[in-house]
Structure formats: structure tokens, C-alpha cells
């Protein structure tokens, strides 16, 4: 299986922007669905955002309007945009890729219809995670 790689990750002071990117070794066979998900010090992970084959995204109330996912085939990589960041937001980032039926549960996940334990097992691959430090 291919891998998922994200580059070191970084500290940002409130309110402020990073992009995490997330470089996929197999891309083509792994863009059915590609994901991003976060986990703080003591907390459950939390799915963030989705984009399927088809370039339909989805997010997680949490970041909807502040987080963006995208993808950039040419270069294999996909990406987070988080900007308005907080405190809380602090956390391990990690992507994921998986089958299309992958995307299908993780969006049940972000409408409150399914745990995420549920709804990620189809995500069969996932990058090592990367640290992100919001503080002043």
C-alpha cells in the first residue's frame, strides 16, 4: 500500500492560519476518499473534513466555515487550509485515504448519525500526523 506523509507541523498564535498538507504516495488509487482528522491531549479524535472523487467536500460543524479541504493532483497532496484559530484547536492532525463507501460514513459521522469508531474503518490508510499548536 502506498503511504500518507505530512511534513512537520507548527505552533500559531490565535486567530491566526496554517495549511497542513499531506503528500499521498498512491494518489490515484487513494482519491476516492482523502480526509482529515484531529485528536487533543485526553480527547476522543474528531473528524474534520472529507472530499471524495468527485471534489465534494464535507466538514464537521467544529471547523465548518474556518477549515478547507482541497486536493492538488498534480502534486499528490492533500491539503487543510485552518485559519481563525483557537486555543482548542491544538491538537495531532492526521489524513486519511479510503474507499468510496468511506466517504459515505464520514459524512453520516458530521450529521450526528454515526460514532466516528463507526464510520472509519473503510479509511484503510493513514499519514503519521503532524502537531499543531495554537497559543500565544
Known amino acids: 500500500q502506498g503511504q500518507l506523509q505530512e511534513p512537520g507541523g507548527a505552533s500559531v498564535q490565535p486567530g491566526g492560519s496554517l495549511r497542513l498538507s499531506c503528500v499521498v504516495s498512491?494518489?490515484?488509487?487513494?482519491?476516492?476518499?482523502m480526509a482529515w482528522f484531529r485528536q487533543a491531549p485526553g480527547k476522543e479524535r474528531e473528524g474534520l473534513a472529507s472530499?471524495?472523487?468527485?471534489?465534494?467536500?464535507r466538514y464537521a460543524n467544529s471547523v465548518k466555515g474556518r477549515f478547507t479541504i482541497s486536493e492538488v493532483s498534480a502534486n499528490h497532496t492533500l491539503y487543510l487550509q485552518m485559519s481563525s484559530l483557537r486555543p482548542d484547536d491544538t491538537a495531532m492532525y492526521y489524513c486519511?485515504?479510503?474507499?468510496?463507501?468511506?466517504?459515505?460514513?464520514?459524512?453520516?459521522?458530521?450529521?450526528?448519525?454515526?460514532?466516528?469508531?463507526?464510520?472509519?474503518?473503510?479509511?484503510?490508510?493513514w499519514g503519521q500526523g503532524t502537531q499543531v499548536t495554537v497559543s500565544s
Open positions: 486519511a485515504a479510503g474507499t468510496s463507501g468511506a466517504c459515505i460514513t464520514i459524512q453520516r459521522y458530521y450529521a450526528g448519525r454515526l460514532d466516528l469508531e463507526d464510520a472509519t474503518p473503510k479509511f484503510g490508510r
Open positions: 498512491d494518489y490515484t488509487a487513494s482519491r476516492y476518499c
Open positions: 472530499i471524495d472523487q468527485d471534489g465534494d467536500t
